[in-house]
DNA sequence: ATTGCAGATGCAATACTATTGCATGAAGAG
DNA sequence: CTCTTCATGCAATAGTATTGCATCTGCAAT
């Protein structure tokens, strides 16, 4: 996904493509993991680019209410891989260190989609999110 | 589930049985729905208890990793309903609202089990989390 | 029942995270 | 280019969570 998609995803948003946002939608690109408001702006900084970080509060809740991006349980934001589609996106987040792998299984998508439907939920993007330990962190 | 049973609870955990613990368990049980930690204790202190909120924070974050309770994605917390069930809880959650309606589905639990059993993540209290959109925060 | 101690609590200080109002600045339509 | 509207930056504020340390208490051993 390069940097000029980033721009049509805004214009298709009805959002203006300013800089904060394509270099907010780029940062998130590049770090491949979900990350934080605060991530991005150090990420931003390192590179020598400066938004200022309410302004990235402010882009990121834009975004996750026109499902261009997911907010997990741990606050972090994770670029949406597929906007086009509407089907239900999967994460699986450690709770002790907070790492997260995304995963695919269209089984579960469609049963989960099928729950928020029988309660009635609709989103551009919805999202499962399963919690536990990972390797690293079991105890066991 | 009466306050002896909480007070089994404890013992069980190897926690010690305090005052301060049975109240928590006692509020969340009382409120029926997922509650943040200074919602516990605006809930105690209406009822004339005290537990002091750095107290709160510190039983629930062992409550948590012994799978006693489930923290939301909303940082809320729900009492595990079912703490001798190894399977998942699975809760549908509004990211405008906030509100909560935990459901049970044994096909999708069973599904996000091996899903997190593929990845080797183990909890004693796996937790899957769809978010979405209620029907009174759906813009459509 | 008394004692002793590991573990738990309360408090204050601190750190971290998120939101709001307002003045200034930039996008993009015309 | 001009104008309007939306967006950004900054400062202030609010909300949430953590830590160190002194004191206290559950509970196991005697
Ligand atoms: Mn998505
Ligand atoms: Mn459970
Ligand atoms: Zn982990
Ligand atoms: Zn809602």
Same mark, same amino acid.
């Given at each position: ?5 980033h721009?049509?995803?805004?214009e ?16 998130l ?7 934080? +408001?605060?991530?991005?702006?150090? &990420?931003?900084t390192? /590179?020598?680019?400066t938004v200022?970080p !309410? @302004?990235?509060y ?23 891989k597929? +906007?086009?589609?509407?089907?239900? &996106?999967?994460?699986? /987040? ?5 790492? !997260? @792998? ?9 049963l ?29």
């Amino acid at each position: 996904m390069s940097s000029c998609q980033h721009t049509t995803i805004l214009e298709r948003s009805g959002l203006r493509a300013t800089m904060q946002r394509r270099l907010v939608l780029d940062a998130l690109h590049q770090m491949q993991t979900p990350a934080s +408001p605060y991530d991005i702006e150090h &990420h931003l900084t390192k /590179r020598g680019s400066t938004v200022h970080p !309410v @302004t990235i509060y402010r882009i990121t809740k834009q975004f996750e209410n026109l499902g261009i991006l997911h907010r997990l349980g741990s606050g972090r934001l994770s670029l949406c891989k597929h +906007p086009e589609t509407e089907g239900a &996106h999967g994460y699986l /987040r450690c709770r002790d260190c907070g790492s !997260v @792998t995304e995963f695919q299984n269209e089984h579960l998508q469609r049963l989960a989609t099928d729950i928020a439907e029988e309660h009635r939920y609709h989103s551009p993007a919805p999202l499962i999110e399963i919690t536990g330990l990972c390797p690293s962190c079991d105890p066991s």
